[in-house]
């Protein structure tokens, strides 16, 4: 049941509906980061070595006073990609920080195929193959365990005939000396 509100008083205005701002990204980068080139590549060295840096590709503006340099890749099974390194600065400083290092594909880049989840990869003949393999084993298992069990039985059956035979020669005395 809605209740009144009490005399003297205004119901509460609905709040303003604040617009969420699309984050802004910079046409330009942050001149400092832009020129950090050298220090981009330094902190590229302390991760991989100068053999595996090829040439400086250019810088990216990722938000204000973050830039991305990029660099050719020269490591061995890595044709195409690129090492990227980004960089940041406080504001009003030109001290520049190093934030970030990575390898990157490019479009010519050789690249894994797309993730299928084992249950998707596995093919009819997969499953047969597999089958055959554990019906075979299943077979042998079965064998051995018969085996088994007719040498058991064997066994019990010699057993109880040299039992008879001992019996049959102690009731008769055939055993005995006269």
């Known amino acids: 049941m809605p209740s009144d509100p009490e005399p003297g008083t205004e119901p509460a205005a ?3 509906v604040a617009r969420k701002r699309a984050p802004r990204r910079p ?3 942050d ?5 950090a080139v050298a220090e981009a590549r330094a902190g590229l ?5 100068e053999d595996e840096i090829g040439n400086y590709v250019g810088a990216v503006a990722d938000a204000e006073r973050l830039v991305t340099h990029r660099f050719a890749s020269r490591r061995p099974g890595y044709r195409g990609w690129f090492w990227y390194v980004t960089v940041a600065r406080v ?12 390898l990157l594909p490019s479009n010519e880049a050789l690249l894994a195929p797309e993730w299928l989840p084992w249950s998707d990869r596995l093919r ?3 499953i047969a193959a597999e089958q055959e393999l554990q019906a075979q084993e299943q077979a042998e298992q079965e064998r051995a365990e018969q085996e088994r069990a007719e ?3 064997s066994d019990r059956e010699q057993g109880e005939q040299d039992l008879s035979g001992e019996q049959l020669s102690e009731s008769t005395g055939a055993g005995e000396d006269e």
């Open 27 to 29: 046409g330009k980068p």
């Open 14 to 16: 609905a709040a303003p």
């Open 151 to 153: 040498q058991e039985q």
């Open 45 to 49: 060295l302390e991760v991989v070595s």
């Open 31 to 35: 001149a400092v980061l832009a020129e």
């Open 91 to 102: 504001p009003r400083s030109k001290k520049v920080t190093v934030s970030e290092v990575g």
């Open 124 to 126: 009819p003949e997969d």
